[in-house]
């Protein structure tokens, strides 16, 4: 297969729709080229990244747009599509599926976790951003068929191979990467960023580290990630120090008896350090609330107290010997309650 350079296009077609407007740049790829192309969508779609390879048969497709505006502006940029992977049920990751699928009913495919999360969930997420945005998001979309259950490897023609990898727990509960072996390239979806914070709306830091280093594991020479700046290997590395870095960083302030919810002055300080540290990241925006959910995963996973023996004449201990015995009137106050997780989390699933 012949090479391309890396091609990112960015904004929208019309001001009107999701805000923007569009633009088209060919900029060189990372180090050493590659075989894929990149779309990069406005704001409505959170700036995420959209990958397809051209091949003889036609373009795969890796996540499509938000939006129909911008699906039909993507789409428009290839051959044709002849096979679409979805990387994870988010809105800008298949709100264009059913367009970019027409004509003929193109084939999508994604793990079984995706598909079932985009049938139960999809219309519900969806939902929001139709109010907002009008008729250039859709209020449905069919779920791509749930058909890699494992790590498979596919080909494509006589020169494309590719290996599909469902992965566990990140930014979502589950997700899919896909792996060039011919030219090292791996796109990863929102397991890797480039340039940017990451979501940890669900107080994922530790789990997440299992899925960088299963990343890692397959020694990719080029990294394409959910959002941001494509690059080499080192997105890796860096994402995996970001995470750690991270959760030292909250862990600071969960300790025994600390408050159910984080005070206003710990999540501030918190911020200010992760800004200290990563000047230059993209989407600060995101340690808003990843901020409160890794403090409330945190602080659930605390051991419980050790019992403390109740002093003599507390209440349930009999009174030594001589004793006058304590008044029946008193009283003790009933133990706090705790709030689950996803009390603490006090958000919307994505």
């Avoid at 090479?3 to 060919?26: D, E, K, N, Q």
């Avoid at 779309?39 to 497709?61: F, L, M, R």
């Avoid at 970001?242 to 984080?262: M, S, T």
């Avoid at 540290?277 to 996973?301: C, N, T």
Wanted: with cysteine; hydrophobic share 40%.
């Amino acid at each position: 297969m012949r090479a391309h350079s890396l091609v990112l296009v960015g904004g929208l077609v019309a001001a009107t729709a999701l805000g923007g407007c569009a633009t088209m740049s060919s900029v060189k790829g990372p180090p050493m080229g590659g075989t894929v192309h990149m779309y990069k969508q406005g704001s409505g779609g959170d700036h995420a990244n959209c990958y397809w390879i051209e091949t003889p048969q036609g373009a795969v497709v890796v996540d499509v747009p938000l939006s129909i505006t911008e699906t039909k502006r993507m789409k428009g940029l290839m051959d044709r599509p002849y096979r679409i992977y979805i990387t994870a049920a988010h809105p800008e990751r298949f709100g264009g599926l059913d367009v970019m699928r027409q004509p003929g009913d193109v084939p999508a495919f994604t793990t079984p976790a995706v598909a079932t999360e985009i049938q139960n969930h999809g219309d519900t997420r969806l939902a929001p951003l139709h109010r907002e945005f009008g008729q250039d998001v859709p209020r449905h979309v069919n779920a791509p068929t749930p058909a890699v259950e494992e790590r498979t490897q596919d080909m494509i023609g006589d020169d494309l191979e590719i290996d599909t990898l469902p992965l566990g727990p990140a930014e979502s509960d589950a997700s899919l990467a896909l792996y060039l072996p011919k030219t090292g390239e791996r796109i990863a979806g929102d397991v890797v960023a480039g340039g940017d914070h990451v979501d940890l709306t669900w107080g994922r830091s530790v789990v997440w580290q299992d899925r960088i280093n299963e990343l890692k594991a397959l020694n990719p020479k080029l990294v394409y990630p959910g959002h941001g700046t494509p690059g080499g290997p080192e997105l890796l590395d860096q994402t995996l120090a970001y995470l750690k870095y991270f959760h030292d960083a909250v862990a600071e302030k969960v300790k025994p008896g600390a408050p159910a919810r984080i005070s206003k002055a710990d999540l501030a300080a918190i911020r200010q350090k992760m800004l200290l540290q990563y000047p230059k990241l993209g989407r600060p925006e995101l340690l808003d609330k990843s901020i409160p959910a890794e403090y409330a995963v945190q602080l659930a996973a605390l051991p419980p107290a050790p019992a403390t023996p109740a002093a003599p004449g507390a209440p349930g201990q009999a009174p030594p010997a001589g004793a006058p015995a304590a008044s029946p009137s008193a009283a003790t106050a009933p133990p706090a309650s705790s709030n689950s997780v996803d009390d603490l989390l006090n958000a919307g699933k994505k």
